[in-house]
T-cell receptor, first 114, second 114 residues
Framework: NAGVTQTPKFQVLKTGQSMTLQCAQDMNHEYMSWYRQDPGMGLRLIHYSVGAGITDQGEVPNGYNVSRSTTEDFPLRLLSAAPSQTSVYFC?????????????FGPGTRLTVL | AQSVTQLDSHVSVSEGTPVLLRCNYSSSYSPSLFWYVQHPNKGLQLLLKYTSAATLVKGINGFEAEFKKSETSFHLTKPSAHMSDAAEYFCVVRTKTSYDKVIFGPGTSLSVIP
């Protein structure tokens, strides 16, 4: 049971490049989400999904796309990277039933946009 | 609307002395509340959670938190700090009627002085 995995761990992009951050979980969780973490701002929700084929925007969705074709995978796409997207990105998952369930977090992806 | 305030951005304690990290929340509905810890360059780990059972919640590594509805607070405490407790701590609110969005506080950085 690997939990939540994220790849890559580190990435450097040039402004305007696109890339996909991968996230996978093997716990059969229906709810998955992406956060970005910036100093002094805690974690901010980018996008989330309550099941395969269903996604919705969080607090800071601009510049990011997501899709959820399977229960296991929830990739995050940066369409045209900007320096403002330099951040640490965390993927998380939790069971869908009720609000009592804690989220399980991946190890994070540290992204730098030059 | 839900929100979370962590009253101190940084707390410094001496090893062996008590720890108090403060969290206040705002929620239109009865919330579920969580504390997560993040050690440097690591992912987030659940410390404890409140889910409307006992108001005093015990977590891992000797931490506990008390839910006080009248004060809308969920402060985290530990009787005796250890060097390994130095980390960033996040208070999180998740409502029963809207479990799809999770709100993080900005975090409190805990330093432990030998």
């Amino acid at each position: 049971n690997a939990g939540v995995t994220q790849t890559p761990k580190f990435q450097v992009l040039k402004t305007g490049q696109s890339m996909t951050l991968q996230c996978a979980q093997d716990m059969n969780h229906e709810y998955m989400s992406w956060y970005r973490q910036d100093p002094g701002m805690g974690l901010r929700l980018i996008h989330y999904s309550v099941g395969a084929g269903i996604t919705d925007q969080g607090e800071v969705p601009n510049g990011y796309n997501v899709s959820r074709s399977t229960t296991e995978d929830f990739p995050l796409r940066l369409l045209s990277a900007a320096p403002s997207q330099t951040s640490v990105y965390f993927c998380a998952s939790s069971p869908r039933q009720g609000a009592y369930n804690e989220q399980f977090f991946g190890p994070g992806t540290r992204l730098t946009v030059l | 609307a839900q929100s979370v305030t962590q009253l101190d951005s940084h707390v410094s304690v001496s090893e062996g002395t008590p720890v108090l990290l403060r969290c206040n929340y705002s929620s239109s509905y009865s919330p579920s509340l969580f504390w997560y810890v993040q050690h440097p360059n690591k992912g987030l780990q659940l410390l404890l959670k409140y889910t409307s059972a006992a108001t005093l919640v015990k977590g891992i590594n000797g931490f506990e938190a008390e839910f006080k509805k009248s004060e809308t607070s969920f402060h985290l405490t530990k009787p005796s700090a250890h060097m390994s407790d130095a980390a960033e701590y996040f208070c999180v609110v998740r409502t029963k009627t809207s479990y799809d969005k999770v709100i993080f506080g900005p975090g409190t950085s805990l330093s432990v002085i030998p």
